[in-house]
């Protein structure tokens, strides 16, 4: 018998339905262990406008929250451990970098192949370097990458995620906007990984999984998403230096600063990034053969040297 074991975080149940899809239809030579990552205190469900800004400092800094230590036997020499987290402000959720922060993450996934599944917005690229990173940091071996996301328009998918993680109800808004979130289609469809994901563990062998797994389209990158990615990110990382100099997430003394970000960001959703999107596919041509090879590295499981 082989055996998976599971690491999730999921507040809506979106990433813990495509996690199981993705196992309940790996091999029956395959036993799998699920575990799911319980922050303490949680946070809400759905989200109110403050405690969803107040998480940005930390979700971009990557400063851990505390966990409740999972309950996983060690003894068992587990073949693959998939890790499913959702992206927070360009930045692994709080909740899963806190787990691989921890002593436990470091004996876990120590020499250990790791799969990772992402269900997300459409901005992913730049929180998984930082798993890539943390995975490596735990000796851990990243052998493939998941990544879902909403494939609406840019601007229609913030206005509707927001109106998700604001209501908890992931229906169309106003009657008019699409449903938010990943289609129920491709989380449904995500199965059709399971039989490569199943042949790896079976034959140990996970050398060409990531190229299997991209050939069956389980990324998927916008060019000039990643691009907005990569700047934004950039900015994330001064404007949460900046709100962390007034104090942790229980501090009022950054309330201000938090809203002033809230401001900026909107702006730069709604105005600033649709102008870079079209400057972006101006340049395109001369810049073609250097995003393509961004493209790929970022599809990839090898970590740039620091
Ligand atoms: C605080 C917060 C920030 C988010 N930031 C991003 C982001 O930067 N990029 C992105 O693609 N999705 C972002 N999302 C969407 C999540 O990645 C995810 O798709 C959504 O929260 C549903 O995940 P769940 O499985 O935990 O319910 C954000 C969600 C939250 C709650």
């Given at each position: 018998m082989?055996?998976?074991?599971?690491?999730?975080?999921?507040?809506?149940?979106?990433?813990?339905?495509?996690?199981?899809?993705?196992?309940?239809?790996l091999s029956d030579k395959i036993k799998i262990h699920?575990?799911?990552i319980k922050p303490i205190p949680d946070f809400p469900f759905p989200w109110t406008g403050k405690s969803f800004w107040n998480a940005m400092p930390e979700s971009v800094q990557m400063i851990p929250s505390d966990i409740t230590p999972l309950n996983i036997d060690e003894q068992i020499d587990y073949d693959l451990i998939i890790i499913g987290y959702p992206i927070w402000?360009?930045?692994?959720?709080?909740?899963?970098?806190?787990?691989?922060?921890?002593?436990q993450?470091?004996?876990?996934?120590?020499?250990?192949?790791?799969?990772?599944?992402?269900g997300a917005r459409n901005m992913w690229v730049m929180a998984q370097e930082e798993i890539k990173k943390m995975i490596y940091e735990c000796n851990g071996k990243l052998v493939g990458n998941?990544?879902?996301?909403d494939k609406h328009y840019n601007l229609v998918s913030v206005i509707t995620i927001i109106y998700w993680m604001m209501s908890g109800k992931k229906n169309k808004y106003l009657g008019i906007f699409p449903k938010p979130g990943i289609s129920d289609e491709d989380i449904?469809?995500?199965?059709?990984?399971?039989?490569?994901?199943?042949n790896s563990v079976i034959n140990s062998d996970y050398d060409n999984l990531n190229e299997k797994?991209?050939?069956?389209?389980?990324?998927?990158?916008?060019?000039?998403?990643?691009?907005?990615?990569?700047?934004?990110?950039?900015?994330?990382?001064?404007?949460s230096k900046f709100i962390l100099k007034k104090g942790g997430p229980e501090s009022n003394k950054r309330a201000f600063r938090l809203k002033l970000f809230s401001r900026y960001l909107l702006f730069v959703i709604f105005v600033v990034s649709p102008i870079a999107s079209l400057i972006y596919y101006l340049t395109w041509p001369v810049l073609f053969m250097r995003i393509r090879r961004k493209l790929k590295y970022y599809k990839g499981v090898r970590l740039k040297a620091q």
């Open positions: 082989k055996h998976v074991l599971v690491i999730t975080y999921s507040q809506s149940g979106q990433l813990d339905d495509i996690v199981t899809n993705i196992t309940h239809n699920y575990h799911k402000f360009l930045s692994p959720a709080i909740p899963i970098t806190s787990f691989l922060k921890c002593n993450a470091k004996s876990i996934l120590a020499n250990k192949p790791v799969l990772t599944v992402i998941i990544a879902l996301c449904s469809n995500v199965s059709i990984l399971s039989p490569v994901i199943s797994l991209i050939a069956l389209k389980a990324v998927r990158l916008i060019p000039d998403i990643v691009s907005i990615e990569e700047k934004g990110k950039r900015m994330f990382k001064i404007w």
